[in-house]
Protein backbone atom coordinates (compact mmCIF):
# COMPACT_ATOMS: atom_id res chain seq x y z
CA UNK A 1 0.00 0.00 0.00
CA UNK A 2 1.32 3.64 -0.96
CA UNK A 3 1.68 6.34 1.81
CA UNK A 4 0.15 9.04 1.27
CA UNK A 5 0.70 12.74 2.91
CA UNK A 6 -1.67 14.51 0.86
CA UNK A 7 -5.91 14.47 0.36
CA UNK A 8 -8.70 16.63 0.21
CA UNK A 9 -12.44 15.76 1.69
CA UNK A 10 -15.49 17.04 2.20
CA UNK A 11 -16.96 17.40 5.65
CA UNK A 12 -20.51 18.08 7.06
CA UNK A 13 -21.99 18.77 10.20
CA UNK A 14 -25.94 17.04 10.67
CA UNK A 15 -29.21 18.77 10.01
CA UNK A 16 -31.21 20.09 13.02
CA UNK A 17 -34.50 18.31 13.68
CA UNK A 18 -37.60 20.05 12.69
CA UNK A 19 -39.35 21.42 15.33
CA UNK A 20 -42.70 20.22 16.54
CA UNK A 21 -46.40 21.92 15.83
CA UNK A 22 -48.61 19.73 17.88
CA UNK A 23 -51.25 20.88 20.42
CA UNK A 24 -52.24 19.27 23.70
CA UNK A 25 -54.69 16.18 23.22
CA UNK A 26 -56.40 14.68 25.91
CA UNK A 27 -60.00 13.36 27.18
CA UNK A 28 -61.65 16.30 29.31
CA UNK A 29 -59.43 19.01 28.48
CA UNK A 30 -60.72 20.43 25.18
CA UNK A 31 -58.75 23.40 24.80
CA UNK A 32 -54.97 21.73 25.47
CA UNK A 33 -52.07 24.17 24.73
CA UNK A 34 -49.02 23.99 22.26
CA UNK A 35 -46.80 20.54 23.47
CA UNK A 36 -44.32 20.38 20.05
CA UNK A 37 -41.32 19.97 20.99
CA UNK A 38 -38.06 21.36 19.63
CA UNK A 39 -35.68 19.02 16.88
CA UNK A 40 -32.42 17.87 17.75
CA UNK A 41 -29.18 19.24 17.23
CA UNK A 42 -26.84 17.72 14.00
CA UNK A 43 -23.74 16.32 15.02
CA UNK A 44 -20.69 17.82 14.40
CA UNK A 45 -17.26 15.99 12.38
CA UNK A 46 -13.98 16.17 14.24
CA UNK A 47 -10.73 15.19 13.25
CA UNK A 48 -8.62 13.54 15.75
CA UNK A 49 -5.33 12.44 15.73
CA UNK A 50 -4.18 9.06 15.97
CA UNK A 51 -0.68 7.22 16.88
CA UNK A 52 -2.14 3.96 14.59
CA UNK A 53 -2.17 5.47 11.31
CA UNK A 54 1.25 6.46 9.05
CA UNK A 55 -0.10 7.74 6.50
CA UNK A 56 -3.23 9.22 4.76
CA UNK A 57 -4.35 5.87 3.09
CA UNK A 58 -7.78 5.85 4.13
CA UNK A 59 -9.12 9.32 2.20
CA UNK A 60 -7.98 7.82 -1.38
CA UNK A 61 -11.47 5.52 -0.94
CA UNK A 62 -13.52 7.80 1.01
CA UNK A 63 -13.55 11.80 0.40
CA UNK A 64 -16.62 12.33 2.54
CA UNK A 65 -17.63 12.50 6.04
CA UNK A 66 -20.92 13.49 7.10
CA UNK A 67 -22.18 13.51 10.87
CA UNK A 68 -26.07 11.95 11.74
CA UNK A 69 -29.44 14.74 11.58
CA UNK A 70 -30.76 15.51 14.13
CA UNK A 71 -34.29 13.95 14.95
CA UNK A 72 -37.24 15.55 14.68
CA UNK A 73 -39.34 17.08 18.07
CA UNK A 74 -42.22 15.23 18.82
CA UNK A 75 -45.76 16.14 20.84
CA UNK A 76 -46.15 15.97 24.33
CA UNK A 77 -42.86 18.25 24.68
CA UNK A 78 -40.33 15.61 23.74
CA UNK A 79 -37.33 16.88 22.41
CA UNK A 80 -35.59 14.90 19.20
CA UNK A 81 -32.24 12.98 19.95
CA UNK A 82 -29.05 14.98 19.03
CA UNK A 83 -27.45 13.37 15.34
CA UNK A 84 -24.24 11.66 16.68
CA UNK A 85 -20.93 13.14 15.71
CA UNK A 86 -18.50 11.65 12.82
CA UNK A 87 -14.94 11.12 14.17
CA UNK A 88 -12.66 11.04 11.15
CA UNK A 89 -8.79 10.00 12.25
CA UNK A 90 -5.63 11.49 11.03
CA UNK A 91 -2.25 10.79 11.22
CA UNK A 92 -0.52 12.54 14.29
CA UNK A 93 1.87 15.57 12.36
CA UNK A 94 -1.28 16.27 9.80
CA UNK A 95 -1.73 20.00 8.91
CA UNK A 96 -5.48 21.01 8.38
CA UNK A 97 -6.21 24.03 5.89
CA UNK A 98 -9.13 25.15 3.90
CA UNK A 99 -9.28 23.80 0.59
CA UNK A 100 -10.15 26.95 -1.34
CA UNK A 101 -8.40 29.75 0.99
CA UNK A 102 -5.34 27.28 2.02
CA UNK A 103 -5.37 28.89 5.69
CA UNK A 104 -4.14 26.73 7.91
CA UNK A 105 -6.99 25.56 10.70
CA UNK A 106 -5.32 23.47 12.92
CA UNK A 107 -1.92 21.51 13.38
CA UNK A 108 -2.77 18.36 15.33
CA UNK A 109 0.33 16.40 16.74
CA UNK A 110 -0.65 15.19 20.02
CA UNK A 111 -2.54 11.47 20.79
CA UNK A 112 -6.01 12.23 20.80
CA UNK A 113 -6.08 16.18 20.08
CA UNK A 114 -9.34 17.35 17.73
CA UNK A 115 -10.13 19.80 15.93
CA UNK A 116 -14.00 21.02 14.63
CA UNK A 117 -14.13 20.67 11.01
CA UNK A 118 -17.54 20.88 10.19
CA UNK A 119 -20.24 21.89 13.39
CA UNK A 120 -23.75 20.82 13.48
CA UNK A 121 -27.40 22.83 13.01
CA UNK A 122 -29.16 23.77 15.65
CA UNK A 123 -32.22 21.96 15.68
CA UNK A 124 -35.55 23.93 14.98
CA UNK A 125 -38.07 25.40 17.82
CA UNK A 126 -41.84 23.92 18.54
CA UNK A 127 -44.77 25.97 18.97
CA UNK A 128 -44.43 25.10 22.75
CA UNK A 129 -41.64 27.72 22.52
CA UNK A 130 -43.36 30.88 20.83
CA UNK A 131 -46.80 30.25 23.25
CA UNK A 132 -47.43 34.05 24.92
CA UNK A 133 -50.00 36.05 26.38
CA UNK A 134 -51.70 37.38 24.09
CA UNK A 135 -51.00 34.11 21.86
CA UNK A 136 -51.59 30.68 23.73
CA UNK A 137 -52.05 28.68 20.19
CA UNK A 138 -49.35 29.38 18.45
CA UNK A 139 -49.47 27.52 14.91
CA UNK A 140 -45.38 28.18 14.13
CA UNK A 141 -42.87 26.03 14.59
CA UNK A 142 -39.01 26.43 12.65
CA UNK A 143 -37.20 24.06 10.86
CA UNK A 144 -33.86 22.64 12.05
CA UNK A 145 -30.54 24.51 10.47
CA UNK A 146 -28.76 23.18 8.02
CA UNK A 147 -24.75 21.97 9.34
CA UNK A 148 -21.35 23.62 8.35
CA UNK A 149 -20.32 22.10 5.08
CA UNK A 150 -16.71 22.57 3.25
CA UNK A 151 -13.45 21.14 1.62
CA UNK A 152 -10.81 20.64 3.66
CA UNK A 153 -7.06 19.87 2.71
CA UNK A 154 -4.91 17.39 5.24
CA UNK A 155 -1.34 17.49 4.48
CA UNK A 156 1.24 14.94 6.85
CA UNK A 157 4.58 15.77 8.34
CA UNK A 158 5.57 12.60 9.83
CA UNK A 159 6.62 12.83 13.33
CA UNK A 160 9.68 10.45 13.87
CA UNK A 161 12.77 10.13 16.14
CA UNK A 162 15.17 9.66 13.33
CA UNK A 163 15.03 10.92 10.03
CA UNK A 164 17.58 9.22 7.30
CA UNK A 165 18.86 11.65 4.96
CA UNK A 166 21.22 10.88 2.06
CA UNK A 167 21.52 11.39 -1.57
CA UNK A 168 20.11 8.81 -3.74
CA UNK A 169 21.84 5.46 -3.45
CA UNK A 170 23.31 6.02 -0.18
CA UNK A 171 21.53 2.92 1.29
CA UNK A 172 18.78 4.20 3.51
CA UNK A 173 16.53 1.90 2.60
CA UNK A 174 18.93 -1.35 2.97
CA UNK A 175 19.15 0.61 6.40
CA UNK A 176 16.37 0.88 7.86
CA UNK A 177 15.51 -2.68 6.44
CA UNK A 178 18.38 -3.81 8.59
CA UNK A 179 16.99 -1.70 11.87
CA UNK A 180 13.76 -2.63 12.08
CA UNK A 181 10.81 -4.66 10.48
CA UNK A 182 10.00 -2.27 7.55
CA UNK A 183 10.68 -3.96 4.17
CA UNK A 184 11.02 -1.28 1.62
CA UNK A 185 11.65 -1.58 -1.86
CA UNK A 186 15.54 -2.28 -2.34
CA UNK A 187 17.29 -2.64 -5.94
CA UNK A 188 20.25 -3.75 -7.27
CA UNK A 189 20.19 -1.38 -10.08
CA UNK A 190 20.94 2.77 -9.23
CA UNK A 191 17.18 3.64 -7.65
CA UNK A 192 15.83 6.25 -5.41
CA UNK A 193 12.75 5.61 -3.09
CA UNK A 194 9.70 7.72 -4.19
CA UNK A 195 7.94 8.13 -0.86
CA UNK A 196 8.72 7.54 2.76
CA UNK A 197 9.02 4.69 4.88
CA UNK A 198 8.46 4.26 8.57
CA UNK A 199 9.89 1.34 10.75
CA UNK A 200 10.18 0.98 14.66
CA UNK A 201 13.57 0.00 16.57
CA UNK A 202 13.01 -1.63 19.36
CA UNK A 203 15.79 -1.63 22.12
CA UNK A 204 16.96 -4.47 24.62
CA UNK A 205 16.57 -2.51 27.76
CA UNK A 206 14.15 0.42 26.85
CA UNK A 207 9.75 0.29 26.29
CA UNK A 208 10.21 3.41 24.48
CA UNK A 209 10.73 2.55 20.66
CA UNK A 210 12.55 4.66 18.32
CA UNK A 211 10.43 5.50 15.20
CA UNK A 212 12.94 5.62 12.31
CA UNK A 213 11.52 7.34 8.67
CA UNK A 214 13.56 6.56 5.82
CA UNK A 215 13.17 10.03 3.54
CA UNK A 216 13.31 9.99 -0.27
CA UNK A 217 16.67 10.83 -1.50
CA UNK A 218 17.72 14.31 -1.64
CA UNK A 219 19.27 16.15 -4.60
CA UNK A 220 20.99 19.58 -4.86
CA UNK A 221 18.50 22.11 -5.53
CA UNK A 222 15.60 20.44 -3.06
CA UNK A 223 14.73 23.84 -1.08
CA UNK A 224 13.54 25.18 -4.75
CA UNK A 225 11.74 22.06 -5.45
CA UNK A 226 13.79 20.38 -7.38
CA UNK A 227 13.03 16.87 -7.94
CA UNK A 228 11.09 15.68 -5.20
CA UNK A 229 11.45 18.94 -3.13
CA UNK A 230 9.33 20.13 -0.59
CA UNK A 231 8.01 16.99 -0.65
CA UNK A 232 10.84 15.83 0.74
CA UNK A 233 11.84 18.52 3.10
CA UNK A 234 9.11 18.82 4.85
CA UNK A 235 8.79 15.56 6.33
CA UNK A 236 12.13 16.42 8.40
CA UNK A 237 10.94 19.37 9.65
CA UNK A 238 9.25 17.49 12.89
CA UNK A 239 12.25 14.77 12.83
CA UNK A 240 14.13 15.14 15.87
CA UNK A 241 17.42 13.59 15.12
CA UNK A 242 18.81 13.62 11.51
CA UNK A 243 21.01 10.54 10.50
CA UNK A 244 23.41 11.81 7.32
CA UNK A 245 23.16 8.64 5.40
CA UNK A 246 26.83 9.05 3.06
CA UNK A 247 28.25 6.69 0.47
CA UNK A 248 31.73 6.28 1.69
CA UNK A 249 32.62 4.53 -1.45
CA UNK A 250 31.08 7.36 -3.45
CA UNK A 251 33.52 10.00 -5.71
CA UNK A 252 33.56 12.24 -3.06
CA UNK A 253 31.56 11.71 0.43
CA UNK A 254 32.37 15.06 1.49
CA UNK A 255 31.10 17.24 -1.12
CA UNK A 256 27.78 14.97 -0.98
CA UNK A 257 27.80 16.00 2.98
CA UNK A 258 27.87 19.29 1.64
CA UNK A 259 25.25 18.95 -0.75
CA UNK A 260 22.54 18.04 2.01
CA UNK A 261 24.26 20.17 4.42
CA UNK A 262 23.60 23.18 2.18
CA UNK A 263 19.83 22.05 0.91
CA UNK A 264 18.92 22.06 4.94
CA UNK A 265 19.95 25.69 5.55
CA UNK A 266 18.64 27.12 2.52
CA UNK A 267 15.18 25.72 3.18
CA UNK A 268 14.81 26.34 6.94
CA UNK A 269 17.83 27.61 9.05
CA UNK A 270 16.18 25.34 11.89
CA UNK A 271 17.31 22.49 10.16
CA UNK A 272 21.12 23.15 10.26
CA UNK A 273 21.68 23.52 14.20
CA UNK A 274 18.93 20.34 14.59
CA UNK A 275 20.89 17.19 16.37
CA UNK A 276 22.32 15.14 13.76
CA UNK A 277 25.05 12.53 13.14
CA UNK A 278 26.62 11.09 10.14
CA UNK A 279 26.59 7.56 8.79
CA UNK A 280 29.27 6.68 6.27
CA UNK A 281 27.89 3.46 4.78
CA UNK A 282 29.26 1.06 2.13
CA UNK A 283 32.42 0.43 3.97
CA UNK A 284 32.14 -3.35 2.39
CA UNK A 285 33.08 -1.79 -0.95
CA UNK A 286 36.06 -0.29 0.19
CA UNK A 287 39.17 -2.54 0.97
CA UNK A 288 41.52 0.50 1.49
CA UNK A 289 41.61 0.26 5.18
CA UNK A 290 43.94 3.58 5.40
CA UNK A 291 41.68 4.97 3.31
CA UNK A 292 38.59 4.09 5.49
CA UNK A 293 41.08 5.42 8.58
CA UNK A 294 41.60 8.69 6.30
CA UNK A 295 38.02 9.17 5.33
CA UNK A 296 37.17 9.07 8.82
CA UNK A 297 39.74 11.22 10.44
CA UNK A 298 38.58 14.11 7.75
CA UNK A 299 34.42 14.02 9.06
CA UNK A 300 36.09 14.11 12.65
CA UNK A 301 38.34 16.99 12.39
CA UNK A 302 35.15 18.99 10.91
CA UNK A 303 33.62 18.00 14.68
CA UNK A 304 31.43 15.94 13.31
CA UNK A 305 30.18 13.00 14.88
CA UNK A 306 30.58 9.92 12.80
CA UNK A 307 30.07 6.29 12.34
CA UNK A 308 31.07 3.71 9.98
CA UNK A 309 28.75 0.79 8.72
CA UNK A 310 28.13 -1.59 5.75
CA UNK A 311 24.08 -1.88 5.70
CA UNK A 312 24.22 -4.60 3.43
CA UNK A 313 26.76 -7.12 5.39
CA UNK A 314 25.76 -6.09 9.03
CA UNK A 315 29.07 -4.20 10.12
CA UNK A 316 28.54 -1.51 12.52
CA UNK A 317 24.91 -1.49 13.18
CA UNK A 318 25.65 -2.66 16.70
CA UNK A 319 27.48 0.77 17.58
CA UNK A 320 24.38 2.37 15.56
CA UNK A 321 21.69 1.10 17.50
CA UNK A 322 23.76 1.75 20.99
CA UNK A 323 24.01 4.97 19.58
CA UNK A 324 20.55 5.65 18.92
CA UNK A 325 19.73 4.25 21.98
CA UNK A 326 21.69 6.72 23.99
CA UNK A 327 19.75 9.40 21.93
CA UNK A 328 16.01 8.40 22.68
CA UNK A 329 16.89 7.86 26.49
CA UNK A 330 18.32 11.58 26.61
CA UNK A 331 15.20 12.78 24.82
CA UNK A 332 12.84 10.65 27.23
CA UNK A 333 14.66 12.51 30.17
Same mark, same amino acid.
Given at each position: ?5 ? +? $???? &???? /? ?9 ? &? %??? =? ?8 ? @? ?5 ? #? +??? *?LLSLTDFQYRSHFM !? #? *? ?5 ? $??? @??? =???? =? ?9 ? $?? !? ?25 ? /???? %? ?5 ? !? ?30 ? *? ?69 ? =? ?30 ? +????? %????? &? ?12 ? *????? $?? /? ?18 ? &? ?10
Amino acid at each position: MSFVDE +A $KFFV &KGGD /GGRGCLSFRRE &K %FVP =KGGPDGGDGG @HGGSVYL #E +ASR *NLLSLTDFQYRSHFM !A #E *NGVAGMG $KKR @HGR =KGGD =KIVLVPRGSLI $KD !AETGELLADLITEGERFLAASGGAGGQ /GNVR %FATAHNR !APRRATPGKPGEERWLKVELKLLADVGLIGLP *NAGKSTLLSKLSAARPRIAAYPFTTLEPQLGILRFEYSDTPCVIADIPGLIEGAHQGVGLGHTFLRHIERT =KVLLHVIDAAALDPWLDYQVLEEELRLYRDEL +ASRQR %FIVLN &KTDLIDDEEQLAEL *NSHFQ $KQ /GLDVLMVSALEGQGLAALKD &KLAAIMAVAEE
